[in-house]
């Protein structure tokens, strides 16, 4: 595939008008990468005008806005293998055609459920970034080289929300620790390597690789904040092949329902 070496400017418009179309594998995969983002913006958009104090209005708006640049252009990518838009990606699937991982997914919470979900989001999307700069594929290269320096700014918010609340008050620290036990569940699924994967040697990133590196940063983080690593039970997962949560179709119902009201609409 060709892309524009340069990846500060690479944009969801050059990427939906590049010549270079994605194998269907690699349309695929983009479009995981796409779904993850596009469904984590959703939730943290919800908390605009919502947040515990003004700062977090902006700050969290800001990195949902950075996801969703992200999910255009993977969302983009995936596109040119069938001949779709990002909007037809976006707007326009039913909710076993999404492939997102579960704990995207995961409903907001508290402030500190939600921390602990972008503790984990921001952690794997930056070994997963960081690895796919190498990618053969020069598109997704370009795409995560502008994305992790993103994602960077989005793990060191989580880890300073991490450490604020789990030091604080006996409160915010009792939230911060029920936050992390309800959304730890979800990590495995992050992991678990499958045949697309394998299909896509030296393009795709190997999700089991990320799993060392994810531990020792996340590690490190809940030792500083003089927690435990939570345990229990693993959550089944299959979001990777269209199995949801019960809490994806109602997001997606939310999210959806202008464009599906008024499709080819522009304002």
């Not at 690479?10 to 990468?33: C, F, K, W």
């Not at 909007?87 to 055609?97: H, K, Q, S, V």
């Not at 939600?114 to 997704?140: G, K, M, N, P």
Request: aromatic share 8%; proline share 3%.
């Amino acid at each position: 595939m060709t892309a524009a070496k340069d990846d500060t400017a690479i944009t969801a418009e050059r990427v939906a008008g590049q010549e270079a179309v994605p194998s269907d594998a690699v349309g695929q995969y983009a479009l995981r990468l796409g779904d993850d983002a596009l469904v984590l913006a959703q939730r943290l958009g919800a908390w605009i005008a919502n947040a515990p104090e003004l700062e977090e209005d902006v700050a969290l708006s800001n990195i949902a806005l950075d996801q969703i640049g992200h999910a255009r252009m993977f969302l983009s990518y995936a596109g040119l293998a069938w001949g779709k838009t990002e909007d037809d990606l976006a707007y326009f699937r039913r909710e076993g055609e999404f492939r997102c991982a579960q704990v995207f997914e995961q409903p907001n919470g508290d402030f500190a459920r939600t921390i602990a979900r972008q503790f984990v989001a921001a952690h794997y999307q930056f070994e997963l970034y960081r690895r796919l700069t190498a990618s053969a594929d020069e598109t997704l290269a370009a795409i995560a080289a502008k994305a992790i320096k993103e994602v960077d700014y989005h793990r060191d918010h989580s880890v300073q929300w991490v450490l604020r609340l789990s030091l604080g008050t006996e409160e915010s620290r009792r939230r911060m620790i029920d936050g992390l036990t309800g959304v730890w569940p979800y990590v495995d699924e992050l992991f678990r390597d499958d045949p697309l994967i394998d299909d896509l040697a030296g393009i795709a990133v190997r999700p089991s690789e990320l799993r060392g590196d994810f531990d020792a940063a996340t590690g490190q983080i809940l030792a500083q904040a003089e927690l435990e690593v939570p345990t229990g039970f693993t959550a089944r997962g299959g979001g990777r092949h269209g199995v949801h949560s019960e809490y994806l179709g109602p997001l997606l119902a939310e999210m959806q329902v202008l464009a599906r009201e008024h499709p080819g609409g522009n304002w």
